[in-house]
C-alpha cells in the first residue's frame, strides 16, 4: 500500500509550509495518539529524517512545545538528549524537529530498567536546574484552577469528590519555588536507543514546582520498585518532594488526569487518575479504603 500525501494528514496550509521549509517530502509513519487533535508525523526529506507536530487552533500544546525547544531545551540537546528544533510557526501552531532514534520504552523492558531510570533522573535535572522563580500564589491560584475542574464531567465517585474538594478548600499553601518543567515525564515520553535515553513531547512544558514532574513515575513504574525509584533520585542527585505540598500535588495530577482523560475517552489513561487519587487518599487519610474506577455515567461533583 501507498504510503499517503502530506494533505491526506494534514491541512493544506500546514503541508504547503512544510514543502516550504523542506522541499519534497515522504510521509513514513503517522505516529499521533489520535486522543486529540495533535498530529504527529515522522516524514523524509531526501536523507534527513524529521518529525512534523502540528494541532488545531484551540491546542496550546505545540506553543508549549514551541516555547520549551526555544528556550529551555537546550541542556538536553547539548547532551544528546532531546530533538533539534528546525522550524516553528506560531500563527499554524506546526513545529519541525530532527527526527529521535530509538523506541518508546512504555511497555518495553526499558521502562522498568534502573539505568534508564537514573538517566531519566539526570536528564530531569539539566531541564529543571535553568531556573528558578519563587511565586507567593502559584499553589493557591492551582488550588482554585482543580476545585473547577470538579465541575466538569468525570467518574470520580461523589464521595470521593467531597473528600478531595474538602483537603483543597482546607490546604493552606505556601509560596512555591518554579523551575522549567515537562509535565509528562514518563516512559511514554521516553525514547531508548541501544540503552541511551532521549526525551520528547515538550508539550506540557511549563514552570512549575520541580517535584510535579515525579508525578507520573511515583504512581506507576516507582510502585513497589523502589530500586527504580532510588536510580531515578541518584540520577537526579536528590529529591525536591516535601510530604504535605506532594499530597496535594498528587490530588490535583490525579483529577486532571481522570477529567481530561474521560473527556478524550482515554479509559487506560482515566483508570490512571482514579488510580492516583486513590492512592493519594489512602496515603493522605491513615491508609482509608482505595475506590475502583466507577461504572455508569459521568458525574460532577
Given at each position: 500500500?501507498?504510503?499517503?500525501?502530506l494533505?491526506?494528514?494534514?491541512?493544506?496550509?500546514?503541508?504547503?509550509?512544510?514543502?516550504?521549509?523542506?522541499?519534497?517530502?515522504?510521509?513514513?509513519a503517522?505516529?499521533?495518539?489520535n486522543?486529540?487533535?495533535?498530529?504527529?508525523?515522522?516524514?523524509?526529506?531526501?536523507?534527513?529524517h524529521?518529525?512534523?507536530?502540528?494541532?488545531?487552533?484551540?491546542?496550546?500544546?505545540?506553543?508549549?512545545?514551541?516555547?520549551?525547544?526555544?528556550?529551555?531545551?537546550?541542556?538536553?540537546k547539548?547532551?544528546?538528549?532531546?530533538?533539534?528544533?528546525?522550524?516553528?510557526s506560531?500563527?499554524?501552531?506546526?513545529?519541525?524537529?530532527?527526527?529521535?532514534?530509538?523506541?518508546?520504552?512504555?511497555?518495553?523492558?526499558?521502562?522498568?530498567?534502573?539505568?534508564?531510570?537514573?538517566?531519566?533522573?539526570?536528564a530531569?535535572?539539566?531541564?529543571?536546574?535553568?531556573?528558578?522563580?519563587?511565586?507567593?500564589?502559584?499553589?493557591?491560584?492551582l488550588?482554585?484552577?482543580?476545585?473547577?475542574?470538579?465541575?466538569?464531567?468525570?467518574?470520580?465517585?461523589?464521595?470521593?469528590?467531597?473528600?478531595?474538594?474538602?483537603?483543597?478548600?482546607?490546604?493552606?499553601?505556601?509560596?512555591?519555588?518554579?523551575?522549567?518543567?515537562?509535565?509528562?515525564?514518563?516512559?511514554?515520553?521516553?525514547?531508548?536507543?541501544?540503552?541511551?535515553?532521549?526525551?520528547?513531547?515538550?508539550?506540557?512544558?511549563?514552570?512549575?514546582?520541580?517535584?510535579?514532574?515525579?508525578?507520573?513515575?511515583?504512581?506507576q513504574?516507582?510502585?513497589?520498585?523502589?530500586?527504580?525509584?532510588?536510580?531515578?533520585?541518584?540520577?537526579?542527585?536528590?529529591?525536591?518532594?516535601?510530604?504535605?505540598?506532594?499530597?496535594?500535588?498528587?490530588?490535583?495530577?490525579?483529577?486532571?488526569?481522570?477529567?481530561?482523560?474521560?473527556?478524550?475517552?482515554?479509559?487506560?489513561?482515566?483508570?490512571?487518575?482514579?488510580?492516583?487519587?486513590?492512592?493519594?487518599?489512602?496515603?493522605?487519610e491513615?491508609?482509608?479504603?482505595?475506590?475502583?474506577?466507577?461504572?455508569?455515567?459521568?458525574?460532577?461533583?
Open positions: 500500500m501507498a504510503a499517503p500525501a494533505e491526506d494528514l494534514l491541512p493544506s496550509a500546514h503541508a504547503q509550509q512544510i514543502r516550504q521549509w523542506l522541499g519534497p517530502v515522504d510521509v513514513v503517522d505516529m499521533s495518539w486522543l486529540t487533535d495533535t498530529k504527529v508525523l515522522h516524514l523524509r526529506a531526501g536523507t534527513r524529521v518529525v512534523a507536530k502540528t494541532g488545531g487552533e484551540a491546542n496550546h500544546h505545540l506553543d508549549r512545545e514551541i516555547l520549551a525547544h526555544r528556550s529551555y531545551t537546550g541542556p538536553l547539548n547532551a544528546g538528549l532531546a530533538a533539534q528544533l528546525l522550524h516553528a506560531h500563527s499554524l501552531r506546526l513545529a519541525i524537529m530532527d527526527y529521535q532514534p530509538g523506541e518508546l520504552s512504555a511497555g518495553t523492558a526499558w521502562e522498568f530498567d534502573s539505568e534508564v531510570h537514573q538517566q531519566a533522573g539526570s530531569l535535572k539539566l531541564l529543571h536546574a535553568q531556573e528558578q522563580q519563587l511565586d507567593h500564589g502559584y499553589e493557591a491560584r488550588t482554585r484552577k482543580f476545585l473547577l475542574l470538579l465541575d466538569r464531567k468525570h467518574r470520580i465517585e461523589p464521595a470521593l469528590c467531597e473528600r478531595i474538594e474538602n483537603i483543597l478548600k482546607n490546604y493552606d499553601p505556601k509560596p512555591a519555588i518554579l523551575v522549567p518543567t515537562h509535565g509528562d515525564w514518563q516512559p511514554r515520553n521516553w525514547l531508548v536507543d541501544r540503552g541511551k535515553l532521549r526525551i520528547i513531547d515538550f508539550g506540557r512544558f511549563e514552570f512549575r514546582p520541580a517535584a510535579s514532574d515525579f508525578a507520573r513515575l511515583a504512581v513504574q516507582w510502585k513497589g520498585r523502589a530500586d527504580l525509584e532510588a536510580a531515578f533520585l541518584r540520577g537526579y542527585g536528590g529529591d525536591p518532594r516535601e510530604e504535605k505540598a506532594w499530597g496535594i500535588m498528587e490530588l490535583r495530577e490525579g483529577i486532571g488526569t481522570a477529567v481530561w482523560a474521560h473527556e478524550v475517552g482515554d479509559e487506560v489513561f482515566e483508570a490512571q487518575g482514579h488510580q492516583m487519587l486513590a492512592d493519594t487518599l489512602a496515603r493522605m491513615n491508609g482509608q479504603s482505595r475506590s475502583q474506577l466507577p461504572e455508569g455515567s459521568e458525574r460532577h461533583c
